[in-house]
């Protein structure tokens, strides 16, 4: 298996994580229902110190963003690397976060 096809990011459904061919580097998640909208809450990061620098992290949470924006589901980002990182960097995925005073002002 070459380096690429190790780092290529895969949907691992039955564990809820996105993670690299070789399973070394992760996002873990949680798929729920919150006030009546589907979210997908990113939970945790990883990725090994022999794989940093070679933008993993922004690869796996570009995938399960665009997995959540094609299922319809708001991302509630619990994870710090997402919410203090990835979501500064790419403030064009924020249009897909949930916000939790969404039903309040309805009301």
């Avoid at 796996?60 to 924006?69: D, M």
């Avoid at 005073?101 to 309805?106: A, E, L, Q, Y």
Wanted: a neutral charge.
């Amino acid at each position: 298996m070459t380096e690429e096809e190790k780092n290529k990011i895969v949907w691992n459904e039955r564990e809820s994580k996105f993670e690299t061919e070789d399973k070394k580097a992760y996002l873990e998640y949680e798929v729920r229902c919150n006030g009546g909208v589907n979210v997908m809450d990113i939970t945790h990061t990883y990725v090994p110190p022999i794989k940093r620098g070679l933008g993993l992290a922004s690869h796996l949470c570009t995938a399960a963003f665009s997995h959540a924006q094609h299922h319809s589901l708001s991302i509630i980002p619990s994870c710090s690397y997402v919410s203090d990182t990835f979501l500064p960097r790419n403030p064009t995925w924020n249009s897909i976060r949930y916000k939790e005073d969404v039903k309040k002002s309805n009301m």
